[in-house]
Nanobody, 127 residues
Framework: QVQLVESGGGSVTAGVSLRLSCEAS????????MAWFRQIPGQAGKEVVAAIYIGNGRTYYVGSLKGQFSISQDNTKNTVHLQMNSVKPEDTAMYYC???????????????????WGQGTQVTVSS
């Protein structure tokens, strides 16, 4: 059973930077595509923010968020980070870490293709 534990959320003012972290179980980390999704209040379903395939470090971004958000890995701690820069009120959401066990690459970046989920960490951005 894969366990994912998120941290780093909170209430911040617009324009600051924030870093979310997701620690994964060691037994699956190296064969994982790790992704950050978010669920915005009032919207159905989760949308992907960024993803990274641990084995080769390849990253994937949603076009509108590329440049503002950055995903990275720390293999010494089985951890994936999401660096959020110049946050805006519209970035307010519950952010979830997710893992897909795949061989060599990330799956399609939709919620239904990911096998394991963390509990989520709330990010609230005020203007």
């Amino acid at each position: 059973q894969v366990q994912l534990v998120e941290s780093g959320g909170g209430s911040v003012t617009a324009g600051v930077s924030l870093r979310l972290s997701c620690e994964a179980s060691e037994n699956t980390y190296k064969s994982s595509c790790m992704a950050w999704f978010r669920q915005i209040p009032g919207q159905a379903g989760k949308e992907v923010v960024a993803a990274i395939y641990i084995g080769n470090g390849r990253t994937y971004y949603v076009g509108s968020l590329k440049g503002q958000f950055s995903i990275s890995q720390d293999n010494t701690k089985n951890t994936v980070h999401l660096q959020m820069n110049s946050v805006k009120p519209e970035d307010t959401a519950m952010y979830y870490c997710a893992a897909a066990i795949r061989n060599g690459h990330c799956p399609n970046l939709f919620e239904r293709y990911f096998d394991y989920w963390g509990q989520g960490t709330q990010v609230t951005v005020s203007s």
